[in-house]
C-alpha cells in the first residue's frame, strides 16, 4: 500500500505560481509512475502530468504546457508539480496519483493508477 499526501494548494490570483508536492509513505515510490489530476466542480477527473519512475520522461496535458513542471525526489519519496502562469480555469483540487508498471498506457487513463491522495485544493481568481 502507498498512502498519498498532497499539499501546497491555496487561493492565488492569476499569473501567480504554486508548488504543490505529494509526499508518499508506505512504499518507495521509484517503482511507481506518479501522476497529477485535478477535478474543476462538475467536471470529470483530468490528467494533468505524470512522470517516469526514474524522471526521465515527463507528460503534460496541453493547457499546462510550458505552465507547469513535474518532478519527483525518489530519495524524499515526494513528487512535485511546479504551476506557473496560473489561471482561472487552473482552479481545481489536485490529486497525486501512483501507477504500478513501467508505463501505464493511456498514461493519462486514471482508471491506470492504483492509489490516489485526498487531494488539495488550488483556487485561481482572476
Known amino acids: 500500500q502507498v498512502q498519498l499526501v498532497e499539499s501546497g494548494g491555496g487561493l492565488v490570483q492569476a499569473g501567480d505560481s504554486l508548488r504543490l508536492s505529494c509526499a508518499a509513505s508506505g512504499r518507495t515510490i521509484s517503482s511507481y509512475v506518479m501522476g497529477w489530476f485535478r477535478q474543476a466542480p462538475g467536471k470529470e477527473r483530468e490528467f494533468v502530468s505524470a512522470i517516469t519512475r526514474a524522471g526521465g520522461s515527463l507528460y503534460y496535458t496541453d493547457s499546462v504546457k510550458g505552465r507547469f513542471i513535474i518532478a519527483r525526489d525518489n530519495a524524499k519519496n515526494t513528487v512535485y508539480l511546479e504551476m506557473n502562469s496560473l489561471k482561472p480555469e487552473d482552479t481545481a483540487v489536485y490529486y497525486c496519483?501512483?501507477?504500478?508498471?513501467?508505463?501505464?498506457?493511456?498514461?493519462?487513463?486514471?482508471?491506470?493508477?492504483?492509489?490516489w491522495g485526498q487531494g488539495t485544493q488550488v483556487t485561481v481568481s482572476s
Open positions: 496519483a501512483a501507477a504500478a508498471g513501467i508505463l501505464p498506457r493511456p498514461i493519462h487513463g486514471p482508471e491506470k493508477y492504483d492509489y
